[in-house]
């Protein structure tokens, strides 16, 4: 302990020698730079994109949760750490997103779900893919939704998506919650058997809350109708988020031709959803996988169709429409994500605060010099005024004598300042002035006292 304080001494020694009274300002400045630096320290380390993402994905083998899975193997392959949150479906996923106290950044939300859900704090990324609707029933068959008045239908659970569309479909066609119409919202874990037990006489489905297994083993069951969308174009015009879609003739299975004619369907889209603070280098990568994921053929989409920005319910990510309208930025296309990160972060962080240090280094001593300049230039001008009044007209001794106590006291205030060593060279050239004048005024006493 004894050392380390001898130690110290003995550095405030050599910084006092060199910088004199202004020790107290040489060390605001270092402090200041310290705490820039610190900044920039702060800002690099806290501006990396994060290394883990939570989605809120749909139910157990559910489209939604199949598609969550993609993106987390994808993911996984870019460092980031994708965890999976279960749902009930679209209208869980947008209400988790909502609500700043669930842990969750992203999720799979069906248009047409958002009713009074507070939405300022989301944004879209994009439409990755259709949702469409299909109603299996029984019996005869059906041409409007009106044909299923009075009938017991399994609409899906509250929180899916197929709920919320269901009852919207329902009510365009005057069926209503508390009618004749029994609507069933505890989903069975054998909707098939159901339907041939005459149990229930339809069932809603889309892919956020139930499985393709089960949409398969739907439409292969003897006896069990898919409902044809006829007025398909006409619940387009009315409900602006759906779509009308055709499921070709014999696309199910060719061999049995299934479905037996083109059928008509409509569908939301799903849309990635995110909250507002996701970082944006996250979003062109998820938007990479939305690609790689949603992008290819399918039986309702050509290639190349998804994602993309036609959504109408939120407001578009900014980073969004710069990667659909650009595509990534240079670094995170040429380079590994976890590199073009950190590259990103330098090139965001660090560069500026180069710019700013470089030339306040290289101030520093300027304005260092000019303050010390400062301290001195007030004697200076003293000093030429007493050198105008000691030459600039005939002198009688006790003038003479004045202006010598005068130098005296002007070199007497300049031995009392503390000039650093650095700067002894304005110290003494200005004591050397002084001599100057001093001297002459001397030199012409002696020549007076001579002649």
């Known amino acids: 302990m004894i050392?380390?304080?001898?130690?110290?001494?003995?550095?405030?020694?050599?910084?006092?020698?060199?910088?004199?009274?202004?020790?107290?300002?040489?060390?605001?400045?270092?402090?200041?730079?310290?705490?820039?630096?610190?900044l920039a320290l702060f800002l690099f380390f806290n501006s990396a994109a994060p290394t883990t993402l939570t989605i809120t994905s749909g139910e157990e083998g559910s489209i939604f949760q199949k598609n969550a899975l993609k993106y987390k193997a994808i993911?996984?392959?870019?460092?980031?750490?994708?965890?999976?949150?279960?749902?009930?479906?679209?209208?869980?996923?947008?209400?988790?997103?909502?609500?700043?106290?669930?842990?969750?950044?992203i999720g799979f939300v069906q248009s047409g779900v958002v009713g009074n859900v507070k939405v300022d704090k989301l944004m879209s990324l994009g439409s990755v893919a259709y949702q469409p609707m299909m109603i299996f029933y029984r019996g005869e068959s059906k041409s409007l939704i009106a044909d299923f008045a009075g009938e017991r239908l399994n609409i899906g659970e509250p929180g899916s998506g197929t709920r919320s569309l269901a009852l919207n479909l329902l009510k365009e066609n005057g069926i209503l919650l508390g009618g004749r119409t029994q609507l069933i919202e505890k989903p069975s874990l054998n909707p098939v058997e159901d339907l041939l037990q005459n149990k229930i006489d339809a069932i809603f489905v889309m892919g956020d809350s139930v499985s393709l297994q089960l949409i398969k083993d739907l439409v292969k069951t003897p006896g069990i109708n898919i409902f044809n969308f006829n007025q398909a174009d006409g619940y387009t015009r009315r409900i602006k988020y759906l779509h009308k879609l055709v499921l070709p003739e014999g696309s199910i299975d060719l061999g049995k031709n299934i479905p037996v004619n083109d059928l008509n369907l409509i569908a939301p889209s799903v849309e990635l959803i995110a909250r507002d603070t996701l970082h944006p280098a996250l979003s062109d990568l998820l938007l990479?996988?939305?690609?790689?994921?949603?992008?290819?053929?399918?039986?309702?989409v050509k290639s190349g169709e998804f994602p993309n920005l036609n959504t109408q319910e939120y407001r578009i990510s900014p980073d969004a429409t710069r990667y659909y309208k650009s595509g990534k930025s240079f670094l995170y296309r040429d380079f590994p994500f976890w590199m073009a990160s950190f590259i990103n972060r330098?090139?965001?962080?660090?560069?500026?605060?180069?710019?700013?240090?470089?030339?306040?280094?290289?101030?520093?001593?300027?304005?260092?010099?000019?303050?010390?300049?400062?301290?001195?230039?007030?004697?200076?001008?003293?000093?030429?005024?007493?050198?105008?009044?000691?030459?600039?007209?005939?002198?009688?001794?006790?003038?003479?004598?004045?202006?010598?106590?005068?130098?005296?006291?002007?070199?007497?205030?300049?031995?009392?300042?503390?000039?650093?060593?650095?700067?002894?060279?304005?110290?003494?050239?200005?004591?050397?002035?002084?001599?100057?004048?001093?001297?002459?005024?001397?030199?012409?006493?002696?020549?007076?006292a001579t002649e």
């Open 75 to 105: 993911l996984e392959r870019e460092g980031v750490k994708l965890t999976i949150l279960p749902s009930n479906g679209s209208i869980d996923n947008l209400n988790k997103l909502a609500d700043k106290h669930v842990k969750v950044d």
């Open 346 to 448: 330098i090139l965001v962080v660090l560069v500026p605060l180069l710019l700013i240090l470089i030339p306040a280094v290289k101030l520093a001593p300027s304005i260092y010099r000019w303050k010390i300049q400062l301290s001195i230039y007030p004697f200076y001008k003293a000093l030429l005024e007493l050198e105008k009044d000691a030459f600039g007209s005939t002198l009688d001794v006790n003038k003479r004598q004045e202006i010598m106590s005068h130098l005296d006291e002007l070199e007497a205030k300049l031995s009392k300042i503390k000039i650093p060593a650095a700067f002894a060279d304005m110290f003494y050239g200005l004591r050397g002035h002084i001599n100057f004048v001093r001297n002459r005024l001397l030199a012409e006493q002696i020549s007076d």
């Open 3 to 38: 050392e380390l304080k001898a130690h110290f001494k003995k550095i405030w020694a050599k910084l006092a020698a060199i910088y004199g009274g202004s020790i107290i300002l040489f060390l605001a400045w270092m402090l200041g730079i310290f705490a820039i630096v610190s």
């Open 288 to 300: 990479d996988v939305a690609n790689e994921v949603h992008g290819s053929a399918s039986l309702f």
